[in-house]
């Protein structure tokens, strides 16, 4: 079972980017997925740097974009869990 973390995903890797570690960002995810049964090597991970919704505390926020190495679909749970605000 994965570590609980009161931050979400998507926070982590906001966090990763204003804090100029955005190489750690691509690992960080594999080992989120890795933490949900997939397999990282059958994903590429694209991260998407977007302004932050009007009233954060942050300045941008990064969307985290799965694709599927053998071109199916990412299942929506999956994307949408990455991508999840705490």
């Keep these: 079972m994965g570590r609980l973390n009161p931050f979400s995903l998507q926070m982590q890797i906001t966090q990763m980017?204003?804090?100029?570690?955005?190489?750690?960002?691509?690992i960080k995810v594999q080992d989120w997925l890795k933490?949900?049964?997939?397999?990282?090597?059958?994903?590429?991970?694209?991260?998407?740097?977007?302004?932050?919704?009007?009233?954060?505390?942050?300045?941008?926020?990064?969307?985290?974009?799965l694709r599927r190495k053998d071109g199916q679909p990412v299942e929506p749970w999956l994307q949408e869990q990455a991508n999840l605000h705490a």
């Design 17 to 26: 980017f204003e804090q100029g570690q955005s190489f750690f960002a691509t």
């Design 35 to 65: 933490e949900r049964n997939q397999n990282p090597a059958d994903y590429d991970i694209l991260f998407h740097q977007k302004p932050a919704p009007p009233g954060s505390k942050s300045v941008m926020v990064v969307e985290i974009e």
